[in-house]
């Protein structure tokens, strides 16, 4: 079958089973836009800028565990695109970016629109591609989304040559196995440390369980509860964590880190055994190195080897598929109880209750931790909720507990503000049975607003709910800290969201005490598609517990309890 | 042997245009201090191979290992230095010779190094060494009274003794183009 280039990408695109893709036209890609009449299978999403595509298909892949595409033009386009990807690669979701370029004999000319898009991708991608002729394509395709998805997944973006869309050539698809020779992620423990962790485990008095993002990327949710419960270990939670392990499970101590719960934090600092599992002890969750854990022995299991002593020395390196590897301990793994430690940990964390916000007289003022409660409160549990970055989101990480996994979406690596609607908006299209709700801060939502006019477009039912405290919230703790309530460019104004809303023609309300909570989650799922509410909250509320950066990870500033001060 | 900080890798790697660059920025991403990087074809056309030097100080040569091996244009790492290996320098040095006394200097000192004069006239002279990278540094520390005006040096090369091999066995590098019909890969003609 002879088929030009453009229509190549799309053939490749079917086979891969995508069925949407999310980007924006112009001159380098229009033949692959035009192609794309042919193929009415595949949904595109017109966005409003190239970053909301790179988000939407990693919301997408994030909710899915597939593929995720965005597709955008040369030059600004592809530049436009490079946040998103960053973002992606930090986090380990698998998309795959198409890139139109200028034709091959104009590269390196400065041309209009011209751009050095996979130089300048090669640090935040997996892999990348620039075609060099059109026989090629196809099999850069299916490479593309089998590095994407293999492995550690990532970001994997093709830039494809003008001419290259417009030449045609004989087209089959490979169906062959795929021949990366450099490519071999590792999958397996060796026996030697399978018994080595085993002996760790049966050795432990004191342990603990980390669960990271590579639970859910490896299916491994099952084999990481039946791994707590045979041996009696509490599990903490990193961010990307969330949802690995139900958090209401009684084993379950929450999340770690700068705003984790004390319990979690004390329970690591005191552990004699840390197991590490699909996580790669981010400074945000370390804190400071050198008193880092200081008298455990530490098992880390993930599928990045370069992740092995990265950070934080091991006793017990495994560089593998953290699903396979469980299965391949689970099998020789005793019963134990660790009564005393779970006990301890538990009043670790009644002492951490009886300082939550929640549990404290608040007055009048709308909290955004009481925003978050309520929201999970009225939404069941149940709802993917996608945040941006700041104090909202470490309100959703500690007020909103997830059960399933893949359902708390967040920009944690790269800390992208802007992230939460566009990613929302891909999430949804990845699963339209869902309720999706994007929690925003004023200051991320206006980064990335203009697609709302995307979510309008395309009548795509995904809640809003902007938590607006006229303040980039976070940022103003830390002038509170740690500079002196110098609050340098952290006061926000904001336009009216109701009337922003509303001029898009999505259904908007404002609500401004607790009390009209529930209401807004009845109005939200009264609406077929994009509803916007903007909760009005106190304006310098303070997300406890913190690791101030670069402290002892048992150093938390804390709320005091009740009569304290 | 050199240097007790530094550590010796080799890496094979698809011979594809923009191959160095990721290497390159890679290890400048990652804030690892190259002392020396070349690289070079093989006996296999589609494959070449790199020697990395790096200050391992800070991290280990390992990590630096691992996080080549991640890029997928690399077929395979080894550190070389962590086995008893060959490694070897090359420098060609310019220095003066334009009295009796500094031609008879170089002669003598070349002599006692693996080290010879490969063009000499009544100003100047090349000498060339090839050698274990601290035996340079040595004629270098010689040399330098006499007056060295120019040089230039490959950087090193590297390769484990004995039977341990680091080759791409079975590497066969794929042309993507399907041209028997069947859509499976096919085996690049040279």
């Known amino acids: ?565 | 042997m050199s240097n007790a900080n530094k550590q010796t890798l080799s890496a094979l790697v698809e011979n594809k245009p923009g191959v160095l660059n990721r290497v390159a920025n890679l290890l400048r991403r990652r804030n690892f201090n190259v002392d020396s990087l070349t690289v070079g074809r093989t006996h296999n056309p589609h494959i070449s191979r790199m020697t990395i030097v790096v200050d391992t100080e800070k991290v280990s040569g390992r990590r630096i290992a691992a996080n080549l091996f991640k890029l997928v244009n690399v077929i395979d790492v080894k550190l070389v230095s962590d086995e008893p290996y060959v490694s070897r320098d090359l420098a060609l040095i310019k220095v003066r010779t334009d009295d009796v006394d500094s031609r008879n200097a170089v002669t003598l000192i070349c002599d006692r190094y693996p080290a010879r004069i490969v063009d000499i006239g009544t100003k100047v002279a090349i000498v060339e060494i090839t050698a274990q990278e601290d035996i340079v540094e040595a004629l270098i520390n010689e040399l330098s009274p006499i007056g060295i005006l120019e040089m230039v040096r490959t950087g090193v090369v590297a390769m484990g003794r004995g039977v341990r091999i680091l080759d791409a066995e079975n590497y066969e590098p794929l042309v993507n183009v399907p041209t028997n019909g069947s859509g499976q890969y096919q085996v690049y003609g040279v």
């Open chain 1, 1 to 565: 079958m002879l088929l030009t280039g453009a229509e190549i990408v799309m053939e490749c695109l079917l086979r891969e089973g995508v069925d949407v893709i999310f980007g924006y036209p112009g001159g380098a890609i229009l033949p692959t836009y035009d192609a794309m009449t042919k193929y009415p299978q595949i949904r595109h999403v017109l966005v409003r800028h190239e970053q909301g595509a790179s988000h939407m298909a990693d919301g997408y892949a994030r909710a899915t565990g597939r593929v995720g595409v965005a597709i955008a033009t040369s030059g600004p386009g592809a530049t436009n695109l490079v946040t998103g990807i960053a973002t992606a690669m930090m986090d380990s979701s698998p998309i795959v970016c198409i890139t139109g370029q200028v034709p091959r004999g104009a590269i390196g000319s400065d041309a209009f629109q011209e751009c050095d898009i996979t130089g300048i991708t090669i640090p935040v991608t997996k892999h990348n591609y620039l075609v060099s002729d059109v026989r090629e394509l196809a099999y850069i395709m299916r490479e593309a989304f089998h590095i994407a998805r293999t492995g550690r997944p990532g970001p994997v973006l093709v830039d494809i040559p003008k001419d290259i869309q417009n030449e045609k050539t004989e087209f089959i698809y490979p169906e062959g196995e795929i021949r990366l020779p450099g490519y071999r992620p590792p999958s397996m423990a060796t026996d030697d440390q399978v018994k080595a962790a085993l002996e760790l485990i049966a050795n432990a008095k004191k342990p603990v369980i980390l669960a990271g993002h590579g639970i859910m990327m490896s299916g491994a949710s099952q084999a990481l509860q039946e791994l707590a419960e045979r041996a009696q270990i509490p599990v903490t939670l990193t961010l990307l964590g969330k949802g690995a392990m139900p958090e209401k499970h009684p084993l379950c101590v929450g999340m770690m880190g700068m705003h984790g719960a004390a319990a979690c934090n004390f329970a690591i600092q005191e552990a004699d055994l840390l197991i590490a599992l699909g996580m790669r002890f981010d400074d945000r969750v370390t804190g400071n190195l050198k008193t880092y854990s200081p008298n455990s022995k530490k098992i880390h299991i993930d599928i990045d080897p370069s992740e092995i002593n990265k950070n934080v020395r091991v006793d017990v390196g495994i560089a593998g598929d953290v699903g396979t590897v469980l299965s391949q301990l689970l099998p020789g793994l005793q019963s134990k109880t660790h009564a005393e430690w779970v006990g301890k940990i538990r009043d670790w964390q009644e002492d951490g209750d009886e300082r939550d916000i929640l549990n404290q007289d608040a007055g009048s003022t709308l909290l955004g931790a009481q925003v978050i409660n309520d929201l999970w409160k009225h939404t069941g549990g149940e709802a993917i909720t996608v945040t941006d970055v700041g104090q909202h989101q470490m309100l959703e990480a500690q007020y909103y507990p997830h059960q399933r996994p893949a359902t708390m979406l967040t920009s944690g690596g790269l800390g992208t503000m802007g992230f939460g609607l566009p990613a929302a908006i891909g999430a949804k299209f990845g699963k339209p049975d869902e309720e999706v709700w994007a929690i925003v801060g004023d200051g991320g939502f206006q980064m990335t607003l203009c697609e709302l006019a995307t979510a309008k477009q395309e009548n795509i039912k995904v809640n809003i709910a902007i938590l607006n405290n006229a303040f980039l919230g976070m940022v103003r703790q830390w002038q509170e800290f740690f500079y002196e309530e110098r609050y340098q460019a952290t006061p926000m104004f904001s336009p009216d969201f109701v009337k922003l809303a509303e001029a898009y023609g999505i259904p908007a309300m404002r609500v401004t005490s607790r009390d009209q909570i529930p209401e807004s989650v009845e109005f939200a799922r009264q609406h077929d598609g994009p509803v916007l509410i903007e909760y009005v909250i106190e304006k310098e509320e303070i997300v406890y517990p913190m690791v101030p950066a670069g402290a002892d990870l048992h150093n938390m500033l804390r709320r005091p309890k009740p009569g304290e001060e």
